[in-house]
């Protein structure tokens, strides 16, 4: 097994290239089978959710070949198959979009419930809802969702919570379906307009995306593309957080400042002067940071893929800060973590309260999700001493590079595996 040791202290200095966006990598991707000829997506993060999600697409029938580390040329011209088995499924939560994507080429989808990060329950009713409202039957048959129709037409949805895979999964499914599908209520994300943008240089017909409700009037046929995925803003938003957190002086660059506006605000109220170019944003925090309160909300709103890592930077602001998680029931299992390194943290349902500490201190510690993972990264490049992070393929999921990038800023970290770690977890 593979660890992060990470030696903290360290003011973070310099400049990042952030990477193209894993969230709309993993639904872009799954896209492409609805083409009829093939597609070549440029800006893919080095991510192991990519490998996934591109190991899938190749089963499936596809041919798949990587022009270079970040670009990849797919034709589905040969899929013939409409199963995602568990195998394939187990660790990603994006793999609930070759349901969508399949139902949308083959009126047909057998795919095992996704994995990805556990944050309690992760319910598919609404992209369920969504189908049906195509004309698609659904129903859960060995364990596997299976969706099926003889043809798939317009429908109008109205989404009870806020969801962007089921915006994204009704989306893939409706795009070629015959008539207009109206999603209301629908998820404002950036992945979502990237999906819609990707979606219409193929010959698709979508309007609205980044509004709450998105028109989608079906077309017979999508061609290939060339297409380059947006920047990543929960990437952008982590390094512009350990900037801060450990009082440095960053600029991260190929980002759209747009999308990072709610995560800025924040950082601005800890005291953090922020300048933001056209394709890049600087960050330097001086002294410590000031407490603030943040809630999460779907776009536009803070992310809650954010909230760990701005946690990890409060835990050591001067007061008393307020963390309000009002998209997942269950996004708190990594203060566990973060109390073993000194910080002070009381978590009641989705609200937590954190009183800032003066420092924290290293410890083993476990990603227990891929954000969490990065919020363990921040604390570690935070403490005096040696942090050693456990399960780090969580952070493997979503992160491209994070030990060269966070080197290149001037951190120490390291991955090893056990046996050249320094022994800390061995002595427990
Ligand atoms: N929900 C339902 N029913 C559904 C779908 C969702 O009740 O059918 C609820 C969820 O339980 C949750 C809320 O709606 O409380 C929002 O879930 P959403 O569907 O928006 O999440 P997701 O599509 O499963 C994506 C990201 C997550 C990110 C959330 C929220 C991808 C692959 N994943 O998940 O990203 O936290 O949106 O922004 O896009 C991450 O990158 O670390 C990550 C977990």
């Known amino acids: ?29 799954p896209a492409v089978l609805l083409a009829d000829s093939p597609c070549v ?8 959710d990519v490998t996934a999600i591109c190991n899938c697409l190749e089963a499936l029938g596809s041919k798949v070949k990587y022009l270079d580390n970040t670009t990849v040329e797919i034709d589905p011209t040969g899929v013939n198959s409409f199963v995602v088995s568990a195998a394939m499924a187990k660790n990603m939560r994006a793999s609930s979009y070759f349901l969508g994507a399949l139902l949308g080429r083959m009126k047909r989808a057998r795919v095992a419930p996704p994995g990805g990060c556990n944050f309690g329950v992760r319910p598919i009713d609404q992209h369920i809802k969504g189908f049906e409202a195509l004309g698609a039957k659904v129903s859960i048959e060995n364990g596997m969702v299976e969706a099926r129709c003889q043809k798939l037409g317009g429908g109008s949805v109205y989404l009870d919570v806020v969801s962007v895979g089921a915006t994204i999964n009704i ?9 207009t599908t109206v999603i209301e209520n629908a998820a404002r994300e950036p992945h979502i ?8 240089s193929m010959g698709a017909n979508i309007m609205g995306a980044g509004t709450n409700v998105i028109k989608i009037r079906g077309v017979e046929q999508l061609n290939g593309t060339t297409y380059s995925v947006i920047p990543d803003q929960i990437e952008a938003g982590t390094y512009l957080v350990a900037a801060a957190a450990t009082k440095g002086d960053v600029t ?5 400042p747009k999308h990072l506006e709610s995560i800025i605000a924040k950082l601005v109220e800890t005291g953090a002067t922020v300048e933001q170019g056209d394709e890049d944003v600087r960050i330097y925090l001086k002294g410590r940071a000031k407490k603030c309160k943040v809630k999460t909300m779907p776009h536009p709103g803070f992310p809650t893929d954010m909230q760990p890592q701005m946690a990890t930077l409060l835990a050591t602001a001067d007061g008393t800060s307020i963390i309000t998680e009002g998209v997942w029931d269950n996004r708190f299992r990594y203060v566990d973590q973060l109390t073993l390194m000194g910080a002070q943290v009381q978590v009641d349902g989705k609200t937590a309260v954190i009183t800032g500490v ?11 999700d891929l954000r969490a993972g990065a919020a363990m990264i921040i604390a570690g490049l935070m403490a005096e001493g040696t942090t050693e992070i456990e399960e780090i393929q969580h952070i493997d999921r979503g992160y491209e590079k994070i030990v060269e990038k966070f080197t290149a800023l001037g951190a120490d970290i390291k991955r090893v595996t056990d046996s050249e770690a320094g022994g800390l977890f061995k002595a427990n």
């Open 1 to 29: 097994m593979e660890k992060f040791v990470i030696k903290g202290g360290k003011r973070l200095k310099g400049t990042v290239r952030i990477s193209g966006a894993k969230n709309a990598a993993v639904a872009v991707l």
């Open 252 to 256: 991260i660059t190929n980002v759209i």
């Open 193 to 200: 307009v990237d999906l819609a943008n990707f979606l219409n």
């Open 358 to 368: 003066e420092k924290l201190n290293s410890a083993p510690v476990k990603a227990v």
């Open 41 to 48: 997506i440029e800006n893919l993060p080095e991510i192991s």
């Open 171 to 179: 989306m893939l499914a409706a795009v070629k379906a015959r008539g």
